[in-house]
């Protein structure tokens, strides 16, 4: 039976959703702060301690058995790291892998229950930003340890996976699975390599269409962006934000990015092309439009490699065929 403790230093924390309710943005994006640990081998392993992303000292006694995950992006880490198995909950919105939906729920991303968490009995919560800090601070009044991820960049999501690995007695697995991830993303790079900076095509990314909202600088969707090939020409927007249609029009990307919504492939497409204005871009009118799929490009984790490549292959379909 793993021992329960954790230890609170708290920092300051900018509280924010995610990119999958752009809205909900305006309350900022945090930095993950720099992690530590110190780590016993398996046989020998006592405790682990690791600093979050809140700025709180998160100390698990043991290897944790009974894990929750409050977050879908924690979720698909847990289960890329080959630990699905030791997965006891996760939220309404954890819907990838297809094992995860066999799983109790503990209530929305940004809903969840406290009362469901702990009729878990977990040994170890894994969240997010998203998840509301009362119900954080719940979790670890009942001496439950909470380590709270917050991955903002490319560089993030490796350290964030690693961190869970050493978390979870995982180390080796979150070391394998971030090997694997770069070799794609080399990859694409490699076949890229030779397209000087200015042959690139210039792409915008449509989070929200009324009122706009994109992804600039200081986030994984940006450096995806650019990991594909592609110049982001909301690079001079920081974090994700508001971007004015006129600044749009004057600056006219070759190509348009937009997602998924409720499983329906048209539905953004047709909301660009009824929007006045942004139907007057030279990708609307050419339907230069790539529709991803929204959960590897929303969610920081071991997807976001789908994203990238899914992107080369949509701007150098002559390199990398025609995309799936």
Not at 260 to 284: C, I, N, Q, Y
């Given at each position: 039976m793993v021992k329960r403790r954790s230890t609170a230093v708290p920092l300051m924390l900018a509280f924010a959703s995610m990119a999958l309710c752009p809205t909900a943005l305006l309350s900022?994006?945090?930095?993950?702060?720099?992690?530590?640990?110190?780590?016993?081998?398996?046989?020998?392993?006592?405790?682990?301690?690791?600093?979050?992303?809140?700025?709180?000292?998160?100390?698990?006694?043991?290897?944790?058995?009974?894990?929750?995950?409050?977050?879908?992006?924690?979720?698909?880490?847990?289960?890329?790291?080959?630990?699905?198995?030791?997965?006891?909950?996760?939220?309404?919105?954890?819907?990838?892998?297809?094992?995860?939906?066999?799983?109790?729920?503990?209530?929305?991303?940004?809903?969840?229950?406290?009362?469901?968490?702990?009729?878990?009995?977990?040994?170890?919560?894994?969240?997010?930003?998203?998840?509301?800090?009362?119900?954080?601070?719940?979790?670890?009044?009942?001496?439950?340890?909470?380590?709270?991820?917050?991955?903002?960049?490319?560089?993030?999501?490796?350290?964030?996976?690693?961190?869970?690995?050493?978390?979870?007695?995982?180390?080796e697995a979150?070391?394998?699975?971030?090997?694997?991830?770069?070799?794609?993303l080399e990859a694409v790079a490699a076949q890229i390599e030779d397209v000087p900076a200015q042959a690139r095509p210039t792409v915008f990314m449509v989070l929200q269409v009324v009122p706009l909202w994109t992804a600039g600088a200081g986030t994984f969707q940006d450096d995806a962006m650019r990991a594909a090939g592609g110049r982001n020409i909301a690079a001079d927007v920081e974090g994700f934000g508001a971007h004015g249609i006129e600044s749009l029009l004057a600056k006219d990307p070759d190509l348009l990015?937009?997602?998924?919504?409720?499983?329906?492939?048209?539905?953004?497409?047709?909301?660009?092309?009824?929007?006045?204005?942004?139907?007057?871009?030279?990708?609307?009118?050419?339907?230069?439009m790539i529709v991803l799929e929204a959960d590897p490009i929303m969610r920081p984790g071991p997807r976001t490699v789908e994203a990238v490549e899914a992107m080369a292959a949509a701007f150098y379909p002559e390199r990398f065929g025609t995309p799936h």
């Open positions: 900022g994006c945090g930095r993950q702060p720099s992690q530590t640990a110190r780590v016993q081998p398996p046989d020998e392993r006592v405790a682990v301690m690791l600093t979050d992303a809140q700025g709180v000292v998160v100390t698990v006694e043991g290897r944790p058995e009974r894990i929750v995950s409050a977050a879908p992006t924690v979720t698909e880490i847990l289960f890329a790291l080959g630990v699905g198995e030791r997965v006891v909950a996760v939220t309404d919105h954890c819907n990838y892998p297809p094992e995860a939906s066999a799983l109790d729920r503990i209530g929305g991303w940004w809903t969840p229950s406290t009362e469901r968490v702990l009729a878990a009995q977990p040994d170890l919560v894994i969240s997010s930003r998203g998840n509301p800090p009362d119900f954080i601070n719940a979790v670890r009044s009942a001496d439950i340890p909470v380590f709270t991820t917050d991955p903002q960049t490319l560089d993030d999501i490796f350290a964030a996976i690693r961190h869970i690995g050493v978390l979870i007695g995982e180390s979150g070391e394998e699975l971030v090997t694997q991830m770069k070799a794609r990015l937009l997602s998924t919504m409720d499983d329906d492939p048209e539905r953004m497409k047709r909301e660009v092309r009824a929007t006045s204005g942004l139907r007057h871009l030279s990708a609307v009118k050419s339907g230069r």
